[in-house]
């Protein structure tokens, strides 16, 4: 707990610094759901799997973009450490690496959280109803998929221990989660082969599950076959990201690059 309070204390820290980028970022986001609104209303009297088209965009927007925020942190505490020069220090410390790793990841999940529930505050100025909403079982699928996010933002910094470059991983998980991962069109209306690559982001699963939840207050079980392929996600990455980010970190220890990384 002691560890996990000093990275949060840090993080909030950071944001609190730079009080106009958190306002910016909010006000980014703000636009964007504006123009999603703008972009639905030339869309009207169509519908995507069954949902009016400002629903089914937003939903696919908001989650994707959070998935992103669990997707990336771990990369931007790399980066930030080691322009702060604090790395190092931190890769040689007695605390296991894999819980400064999970620890790091704390609050900028929390900040997503955060966004994501301003945002989808602001959806309902433009008309979106979740009156009908399974909320609980939303909020279940939406931690899992964070989860599984994670695990792929562990491999990422994994490869930019090894390779001291970690973006192009991380840019392209992000373009095959964005074009294919359903956020503005059922990945139905793919082709089998890309069906299955959307499916190696947790993206698509987690929308899957999510649209339903949300717009149609299904239950759980309704949406079984993606929230089982979610979890078998988070539950298989988790553990088998942070086995590789120490080896990660072994083998930049045996190479003496730990310094530069």
Avoid at 15 to 28: I, K, M
Avoid at 105 to 114: N, Q, S, T
Avoid at 198 to 214: G, K, N, Y
Wanted: charged share 10%; with cysteine.
């Amino acid at each position: 707990m002691r560890l996990l309070r000093a990275y949060l204390r840090r993080d909030l820290a950071d944001d609190l610094a730079y009080r106009l980028t958190f306002v910016l970022e909010l006000v980014d986001g703000l636009i964007l759901l504006a123009a999603v609104f703008l972009l639905s209303r030339g869309l009207a009297g169509m519908q995507a799997s069954g949902y009016a088209p400002f629903a089914f965009l937003f939903v696919g927007l908001a989650v994707n973009a959070a998935l992103n925020v669990s997707l990336a942190c771990f990369a931007v505490s790399l980066r930030g450490s080691r322009a702060e020069g604090i790395l190092r220090v931190s890769m040689i410390m007695p605390t296991p690496v894999s819980k400064q790793v999970l620890a790091s990841a704390v609050y900028p999940i929390l900040r997503g959280m955060f966004d994501a529930g301003l945002h989808l505050a602001a959806a309902s100025l433009f008309g979106l109803s979740l009156a009908g909403a399974n909320l609980p079982g939303a909020f279940l699928v939406f931690l899992i998929g964070l989860a599984a996010a994670a695990s792929l933002g562990i491999v990422s910094a994994a490869f930019a221990v090894v390779f001291r470059r970690g973006d192009p991983l991380l840019w392209l998980i992000s373009v095959i989660s964005l074009v294919l991962g359903g956020v503005f069109y059922p990945v139905d209306q793919l082709p089998a082969v890309l069906r299955a690559v959307a499916w190696v982001t947790p993206v698509a699963p987690a929308l899957a599950a999510m649209r339903p939840l949300l717009l149609d207050g299904v239950a759980l079980s309704a949406v079984g076959p993606a929230l089982a392929a979610l979890t078998m996600y988070a539950a298989v990455g988790i553990p088998g990201s942070l086995l590789l980010f120490s080896a990660a970190v072994r083998h930049a220890r045996r190479r003496g690059t730990i310094k530069d990384t």
